[in-house]
């Protein structure tokens, strides 16, 4: 039985993850509708859609795509059954969600229950303790005092890490190694949280020295059948943010993995998941896991999922949100043992930051485009092309490059040719700092981890 079949898809979301949407939609026989801001009044994603809509007259450029009322409202008058938020912007604001429930619009997402409590990393945490899950130390409740923080360091000891209860992509995080530095960690801790996220309560876990980023993809249906698609490495970070990701992750053996996929199902299911999500966790050198948190919504990642294990993830959010079992022929995952991973991925975010230059990110006219391809090559961008104007105001993904091959190093020499084939001109790339990740002897034999950025001057010549 169908809740609502979804014939005409507004994406509230722009650049590359707006164009995945619109061609999944397209295969699906679905009318694709974006929105767009006064600032990207020619960006592709616009050109993209069957339809396209001024959003936020007025606003400025990130306001425009937070501009609830001026979506609905959009979305009401164009006939729209659903919205796809992507990531970033809506895509984590339950009060969205609940705004599109109660306008009879179709959120491809989950819950605005779900999104609330996940967004919310106390009380992810708490479900995750619930459910039976391995956390890292951690206060149980956000702390208010100095005290509070002495007490815990009393136990636990140092070094402790102070993150945001609101935070995400990294930012606000604050890693405090001696007594002498709290209270000022603290306070600054606080006051970035009040100003990036419009939460200033944080908390405290213990640090993990050189851990491993490991996440669980997991795809629910409305009726309780709940699956993983295994996992990704995402280890290859520069400041707490994701930059090359690969799956499945050269760390884990089958036991391993069996036991980190399953304690991401307990979880979500547990939670009643429905939709498109990611279950984070940290895996120690001793080879522990602990959770971290939950990403209510399709991440940026998602692509090298889709290689490993020939599901589009996107396709499935879609067919879900109409209403559909997993198990329906429409998706074709009667139960997990449907889902078979084969070979390696590789995802390369080609940003425009200058890595020369503390990655400082570049903006203006690219003189020159001209993309790498081929067998096992996939791209998900749209920005690029010869004389785009790439503006300051959003983030500054170019492309993503995924490789797909039968072994980790084919994928990998994949990525390396398709990186050395591309000929961006007119802004600055990380281009050549990615080909330094992806030649290094440590990624190439699995032997990193999250402070692998950090501790390798030698990525940066
Ligand atoms: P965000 O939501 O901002 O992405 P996460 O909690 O997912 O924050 O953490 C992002 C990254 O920060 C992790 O992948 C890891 O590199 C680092 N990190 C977070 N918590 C810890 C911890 N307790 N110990 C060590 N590193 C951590």
Redesign the pocket.
């Known amino acids: 039985m169908l809740a609502k079949k979804i014939n005409r898809l507004l994406v509230a979301n722009r650049g590359e993850i707006a164009i995945r949407i619109f061609r999944a939609a397209t295969e699906l026989g679905i009318r694709t509708v974006a929105v767009y801001s006064e600032q990207d009044n020619v960006s592709i994603h616009r050109f993209k859609a069957d339809e396209s809509y001024l959003v936020g007259a007025g606003k400025g450029p990130i306001e425009a795509y937070l501009d609830i009322d001026s979506i609905i409202e959009i979305a009401k008058r164009n006939d729209i059954d659903a919205i796809h938020p992507g990531y970033g912007f809506l895509a984590e604001n339950a009060e969205f969600a609940k705004r599109c429930q109660e306008e009879g619009i179709i959120f491809i997402g989950p819950s605005p229950d779900l999104i609330d409590k996940f967004g919310d ?1 106390v009380e992810a945490r708490a479900m995750a303790v619930e459910a039976g899950i391995p956390v ?1 130390p ?1 206060t149980p409740e956000p702390i208010e005092s100095l005290q509070e923080a002495l007490l815990f360091a009393k136990e636990y000891g140092y ?1 402790i ?1 102070i ?2 209860v609101s ?7 604050r ?1 405090v190694r001696g007594q002498e530095e709290l209270q000022d960690a603290l306070d600054r801790a606080r006051s970035e949280a009040r100003s990036s996220f419009g939460n200033a309560k944080v908390y405290l ?5 050189q ?1 491993k ?1 490991i996440e669980v993809q997991i795809l629910g249906d409305q009726h309780g059948q709940i699956v993983h698609l295994f996992e990704r490495d ?2 290859v ?1 520069r400041r ?3 930059v090359v990701e690969v799956a499945p992750s050269l760390s884990l053996d089958d036991k391993l993995r069996e036991e980190i996929c399953q304690a991401a199902l307990t979880l979500m299911s547990k939670a009643g998941y429905a939709n498109a999500g990611t279950v ?1 966790f ?1 895996l120690t050198p001793d080879k522990k896991f ?1 959770f ?2 939950v ?1 209510p919504r399709i991440q940026v990642e998602h692509t090298i999922t889709e290689l490993i294990t020939g599901i589009d993830i996107v396709q499935a959010q879609i067919r879900v949100a109409e209403g559909h079992r997993l198990s329906d022929p429409e998706i074709g995952i009667a139960s997990q043992a449907d889902i078979h991973m084969s070979g390696y991925a590789i995802q390369c975010r080609v940003t425009t930051e200058d890595a020369e230059n503390n990655f400082l990110p570049d903006a203006g006219r690219l003189s020159a485009w001209r993309s790498g391809g081929g067998f096992g090559v996939r791209l998900d961008g749209g920005n690029g092309y010869p004389g785009a104007i790439i503006t300051p105001f959003y983030d500054s993904l170019l492309v993503k490059i995924s490789t797909y091959g039968n072994s980790f190093d084919q994928a990998a020499r994949k990525m390396l040719r398709t990186l050395r084939e591309f000929r961006i001109r007119g802004v600055k790339t990380n281009l050549p700092f990615l080909e330094n990740v992806v030649t290094h002897p440590d990624f190439l034999s699995g032997e990193y981890d ?1 402070s692998f950025i950090d501790t390798k001057p030698e990525l940066f010549v």
Do not use: A, D, F, V
């Not at 876990?205 to 020295?209: A, F, K, N, Q, T």
């Open positions: 990393k890292i951690g070094p890490i993150k945001g935070g995400g992509g990294g930012r606000g995080m890693i876990e213990r640090y993990l020295e851990p980023h995402c280890s970070q707490h943010q994701k984070e940290l602990y971290i948190e990403n999250t």
